[in-house]
């Protein structure tokens, strides 16, 4: 039994107990959807009455998810380190959503490891592609509609990296600083706007991002067992977009205890 209280917030009546339902109605866009944080953001913001749509280069996996979450989420397969995959992204997006969606979740991103001179500059073009410059186009396309209807929330997914130097992260600091200042330049410029910018930004998280650097857990960086789950991530993101309108978080930095 679904009933519909005062304010638009819908609340699902299971065994005589409702369950709130804050994000009811409202499109959200996850970028790197297929895994990890990407996965758990999109089924929290799911669980919250969000319709959603995944964005990923696996398309197999974002299909899987689709089927587990029902028939009012959508896939969209697209490498959003190059032109044709944010255009992808954007066109399937302003179609399903009929115009820019509720809530843009900017979490697709890569971890390039390697000393300065180590690295190639392949890889750190496409690492800055991907973690920079892909966040920036998708809220450019969406931004301007947005103000219009004077609504929105963008999710910049940070990290510790993005306020922290440590050796061998030379491209990934430098995407996740700039950002982190992207996301700053934002807030300043939507104050009032109805548009609230916030920055997740969480440290270690135990996914299959660590999975080329096993043997360096517990020697570089942390052993799996001391770091985040993703639904910590997760849930610190729909918590902060469930906010009523007039309160944003703008930044939120998650750690483990």
């Known amino acids: 039994m679904t009933d519909k209280p005062p304010g638009g917030i819908s609340r699902i009546a299971v065994y005589g107990r409702a369950i709130h339902k804050p994000l009811t109605h409202r499109r959200a866009l996850v970028t790197g959807a297929s895994r990890g944080i990407g996965a758990a953001t999109a089924r929290a913001l799911a669980g919250a009455g969000a319709h959603v749509a995944l964005a ?14 029902g028939p009012d989420h959508i896939a969209i397969a697209a490498d959003l380190a190059t032109d044709a995959g944010v255009r992808a992204v954007v ?6 959503a009929a115009g820019p969606p509720d809530i843009i979740v900017n979490n ?20 800055l592609r991907l973690n920079l410059e ?18 929105g929330d963008v999710v910049t997914v940070g990290s ?3 306020r922290s130097a440590h050796a061998g992260n030379a491209a990934y600091s430098a995407a996740k600083f700039g950002v982190r200042g992207m996301h700053e330049v934002l807030r300043e410029e939507s104050r009032g706007s109805g548009i609230r910018a916030i920055l997740v930004s969480p440290g270690p998280v135990s996914t299959d991002t660590w999975a080329p650097h096993e043997a360096e857990l517990g020697k570089t960086f942390p052993r799996r067992e001391s770091m985040l789950d993703a639904a910590d991530v997760a849930r610190a993101i ?3 977009v469930s906010q009523p309108p007039g309160v944003n978080l703008e930044e939120v930095r998650i750690t483990p205890s």
């Not at 990923?56 to 979450?69: H, S």
């Open 238 to 240: 729909c918590f902060a």
């Open 108 to 127: 697709a991103g890569e971890f390039v490891y390697g000393r300065l001179e180590d690295l190639d500059a392949d890889d750190f073009t496409r690492a």
């Open 56 to 69: 990923a280069r696996n398309r197999d996996a974002i299909d899987a998810l689709v089927d587990e979450l």
């Open 160 to 162: 510790v990296s993005d």
């Open 91 to 96: 066109s399937a997006v302003e179609v399903w």
């Open 134 to 151: 892909a966040p920036f186009r998708v809220v450019n396309a969406f931004l301007r509609a947005m103000r219009e209807r004077r609504s």
